[in-house]
């Protein structure tokens, strides 16, 4: 694989990302991150320039979607806490659990994104039966570690992270079993990546605080496991074996996975996120007009801009397509990458007040992200590999990860003293 060509499409795949999930900031929750992660995801398809793939982009989307917003169930507050202290086995102990958490993210949306590029007549993927064995693993995983056994992380916050670590263990099982490879190879390299940069983007948001540089870091730390988790996810797409996509799809398939990536997602952030007294408390801060007018006004600009948006694609990509089978090109999803990465900033513009005040100025670089990926995108090609899995070299690997983080945590306690937010696990 031509090394230029690869490393310009893991650049776009993790900047969109990485954008993505920093705005998921303003957001939070399962509905954040699973719109984050259909940005990520659309990104990824866009870079591979494989025409079989356009057809099934909603479904595949959908399919990350739910994979990166279901780590979105996790407490990781405290945890981040953890980073900000001044011994090493608080500050390591808390830097490793992050890339657990951050590998969670990255492995279950990876892996039912790579299922949904693998899903094919010749070889199925049953997604019901994969839902309930992924629901069973969760609880069972959930009961024995932390009913039975009191295996914490992040005491006295939820533990949901037992839950995610027993649907990872099913996720894994499934796709062995059903010899999805592939799929594997993108789950593991978007943990991989996605734990990597949880746990350094912790390491940066304490050097931040360090350097007493007037600046957003904790968004810092959200950029970093989006931009590493979805250079990890393109990396392990980019690096597999695919067979052609060559089964047709149904208009009546498309419906569902349009309308809960267009609407259903969109309105439940709007309605967890666009709060009356939320806003007013935001507004109060930056203007000395009518706050309370104002607020309203930007909760129902803000449904407005959604539906206009979610009817426009479902007239767009289902109503004006009258044939049994439809397609897709680059064009059409292109457009609905921009259109739909361009509704989340707009999202977060509104939320933060940064349109009209410039207390905010991470938000700004948001635009200039996307404009670089606009401009990037077209250009960026990969060459596809089949380099596998080779269990020694992910173990040698994590390995050094781990070697890695522990300098991190040493160069961390030896550059500051106690820091406003530090929690300790261990006394």
Not at 378 to 390: C, D, E, I, M, T
């Amino acid at each position: 694989m031509n090394s230029k060509s690869l490393l310009i499409s893991l650049l776009v795949a993790g900047m969109s990302m990485g954008t993505a999930w920093a705005i998921r900031g303003q957001f939070g929750h399962e509905q954040g991150a699973a719109w984050a992660g259909s940005i990520g995801a659309l990104s990824v398809l866009l870079v591979a320039k494989r025409a079989d793939w356009y057809s099934r982009v909603f479904k595949a989307t959908l399919a990350a979607a739910a994979g990166w917003g279901i780590g979105g169930i996790m407490s990781y507050g405290i945890v981040v806490g953890y980073g900000r202290g001044v011994d090493f086995v608080n500050v390591y102990y808390g830097l490793v659990m992050l890339f657990i958490i951050g590998g969670l993210y990255g492995f279950i949306g990876g892996g039912l994104f790579g299922l949904a590029l693998a899903d094919s007549s010749r070889k199925r993927v049953l997604w019901p039966q994969l839902i309930v064995e992924m629901f069973v693993g969760a609880v069972v995983v959930y009961f024995f570690l932390i009913e039975e056994w009191g295996w914490l992380m992040t005491p006295p916050r939820s533990e949901m992270w037992a839950a995610c670590l027993g649907m990872a263990f099913a996720l894994t099982w499934f796709i062995y079993r059903t010899e999805q490879y592939s799929a594997l190879r993108v789950a593991v390299f978007a943990g991989l990546g996605a734990g990597f940069g949880f746990a350094f983007g912790n390491f940066l948001q304490v050097m931040g605080g360090v350097s007493t540089f007037k600046f957003n870091f904790w968004n810092v730390m959200e950029y970093s496991i989006g931009f590493f988790g979805g250079a990890g996810m393109a990396y392990g797409t980019f690096t597999s074996r695919w067979e052609p996509a060559e089964d047709p799809q149904k208009r009546r398939s498309q419906w569902f996975p349009l309308l809960t990536l267009t609407l259903v997602i969109p309105f439940i952030v709007w309605e967890q996120t666009f709060e009356r007294k939320r806003l007013e408390e935001i507004y109060t801060k930056i203007t000395a007009g009518d706050v309370t007018a104002l607020a309203q006004t930007i909760q129902w600009v803000a449904l407005a801009a959604l539906l206009i948006a979610g009817i426009s694609w479902f007239m767009l990509y289902y109503r004006t397509k009258r044939t049994e089978f439809v397609s897709y090109d680059y064009s059409d999803v292109r457009t609905f990458f921009i259109g739909h990465f361009s509704l989340y900033a707009a999202f977060s513009f509104l939320i933060t007040g940064a349109f009209m005040s410039g207390y905010r100025p991470e938000q700004y670089l948001y635009l200039v992200n996307l404009g670089f990926v606009t401009l990037l995108i077209g250009n960026a090609k990969p060459r596809f590999s089949n380099r596998g899995l080779y269990g020694s070299r992910l173990a040698m690997g994590f390995a050094l990860l781990l070697v890695f983080i522990a300098l991190l945590t040493l160069v961390a306690i030896n550059l500051h003293g106690e820091m406003k937010g530090m929690n300790r696990r261990f006394e």
